[in-house]
């Protein structure tokens, strides 16, 4: 794994070592994947501007994100069917999140139940991420899976009241397999139990409203964070409605292909909100330099998705933690170079537009 320098290195070997049907569903956007690539090359827009002579001798990339004292500032994002990209799946993703010392967010399409991600790493915080079902007894269950199973936080999907076009998995002709199953799902629909993973999808509401968002963050006693935003009326809306957190945005370029990257909305939806609710940001973070940038932008923390899918397929949990590792390293070398302690210190002069 010496060879393995970077992100990208990752994802190179991760495409060698995949089959088609799985490599294309992990990798694919939306659409042209416009949006997707924007996520990435977005953070080239910005440039650093680094200060000098500040005494950088000892930096920590530490940071509180809701109450949870996480080694850095990078949280794993949800990510359905983590078992075709190792047979560990999500229990390898929750071992290596507790090694790094982040949170991991578990999706309810996962492909371990929720009582199996605990009890890979019993001490860590982990958050769960939910969809809201058509019948709401399901959605209902999920969430008692998650509290039971000790979940910190609610992690609610609001970009997916359809799934997004993705032609790469049409042309690999990839359908999810029925095994591994989705227990947290399955276990929902009780009696229903006889729809194929397939149609899963079609369980979830498309008449999802603020409505549910009021009732969720009343009914539970979790906080409940707002994923998938991107405006700045959207985030006002969410904090109206209860929620603890908010995550800007486009799931990672796989709902709808066109919008701006997620860094990009960032400022509008941080201005909005203001010290209300703490902001996170998901999307095209492939550097610890992405990380300054965000964080420079007002983030509390960036949510790393297909990064730590292509560390799982290389090698398991070594290999997720080892991305996150890559990224916190590269955070820190950031941080000293521009005259920062820890990221507390980063500010909204670190960063300008690049013409
Ligand atoms: C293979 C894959 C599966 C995903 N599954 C979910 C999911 O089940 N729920 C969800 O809210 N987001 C899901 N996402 C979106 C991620 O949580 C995140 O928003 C996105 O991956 C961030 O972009 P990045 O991959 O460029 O880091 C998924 C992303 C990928 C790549």
Not at 178 to 181: H, Q, R, S, V
Not at 201 to 209: A, C, N, R, T
Not at 340 to 349: G, I, W
């Given at each position: 794994m010496d060879d393995l320098l970077n992100v990208f290195d990752y994802e190179r070997r991760a495409a060698d070592l995949l089959p088609p049907g799985p490599l294309g569903y992990f990798a694919a956007g939306a659409g042209d994947e416009w949006t997707l690539r924007e996520n990435v090359s977005a953070y080239r827009r910005w440039t650093l501007r680094p200060r000098l002579l500040r005494d950088v001798e000892h930096v920590t990339t530490m940071r509180t994100v809701l109450g949870h004292e996480l080694a850095a500032p990078i949280i794993v994002a949800p990510m359905a069917y983590q078992r075709h990209a190792h047979p560990e799946g999500e229990v390898a993703t929750a071992r290596a999140a507790a090694a790094f010392g982040t949170i991991m967010t578990m999706s309810t399409m996962a492909t371990s139940s929720p009582a199996e991600v605990a009890a890979a790493a019993p001490e860590a915080p982990r958050w769960f991420q939910l969809y809201v079902f058509r019948d709401d007894g399901v959605t209902r269950s999920i969430v008692d899976q998650a509290v039971e199973a000790g979940f910190r936080a609610i992690v609610l999907t609001i970009d997916a009241p359809y799934f997004g076009r993705r032609e790469r998995d049409i042309r690999t002709g990839w359908l999810i397999p029925?095994?591994?199953?989705v227990p947290a799902l399955e276990s929902a629909l009780g009696s229903m139990r006889s729809t194929s993973v397939t149609e899963h999808?079609?369980?979830?509401?498309?008449?999802?409203?603020w409505r549910d968002v009021e009732r969720l963050a009343s009914e539970t006693r979790l906080p409940v964070l707002v994923k998938g935003i991107h405006t700045a009326e959207d985030a006002v809306l969410a904090v109206e409605h209860g929620a603890a957190g908010i995550v800007v945005s486009n799931h990672g370029g796989r709902q709808l292909d066109g919008v701006a990257a997620s860094v990009d909305v960032l400022p509008e939806v941080v201005e909005a909100v203001g010290d209300r609710v703490e902001v996170l940001v998901d999307g095209g973070i492939r550097r610890g330099v992405d990380v300054m940038v965000a964080l420079a932008l007002g983030a509390r923390a960036v949510l790393v998705g297909r990064p730590v899918l292509w560390g799982l397929a290389v090698d398991g949990a070594d290999g997720a933690q080892r991305v996150l590792e890559l990224l916190r390293d590269e955070l820190q070398l950031a941080l000293g170079l521009c005259g920062?302690?820890?990221?507390?210190?980063?500010?909204?002069?670190h960063v300008a537009r690049a013409v």
């Open positions: 029925e095994e591994p199953a999808f079609k369980l979830i509401s498309p008449s999802i409203s920062c302690t820890s990221p507390d210190e980063v500010t909204r002069a």
